[in-house]
């Protein structure tokens, strides 16, 4: 190979690895937007009040969560004891399923705290809590909660 040759192989390789660099680095856009909103919810006579639901996404893989602190745990509850049904109405009609047993310790006076809840999405769903429920079931007993109005900001969308 001649000194030319040597020379365009070599910046051919320093332009490859720039450009495989630069990809490595360049920042990932989220998947869901908002990735966060408020709701009020009441859950009849267990109470209501404001909660934050948080949402991610990979791929068609969603989860969401849900913490309120106007909502308290009365009692001790096991980690991963609530088992949650989290529906979301979706715009056009229809709705999404979130579920799971999944929720830290909890307890007396705690916020009532469950999630991530897993369901699947796919690109442009559009999804609010409001025209949808909560059911938590509890020690056999099930709280069902439901949004007084649209979620704060905007629906998810994924």
Known sequence: MDPVQKLQRALLILVVAGLV???ALAPSAAAVTPQSATITASCGIFGGGSATLTATQSGTSATLSLTSTAISAPVTVAADSITSTLTMAKAGGGSVVFSGTKNPVMNPGDPVSVGPLAGTVASGY????????????I???????????????????F
């Open 21 to 23: 660099t630069g990809l």
């Open 139 to 157: 020690f056999g007993i099930t709280v069902t909660c439901t949004a007084s109005g649209h979620q704060s900001p905007g629906p998810f969308v």
């Open 126 to 137: 559009s999804l609010d809590a409001y025209g949808g429920s909560l059911k938590m079931v």
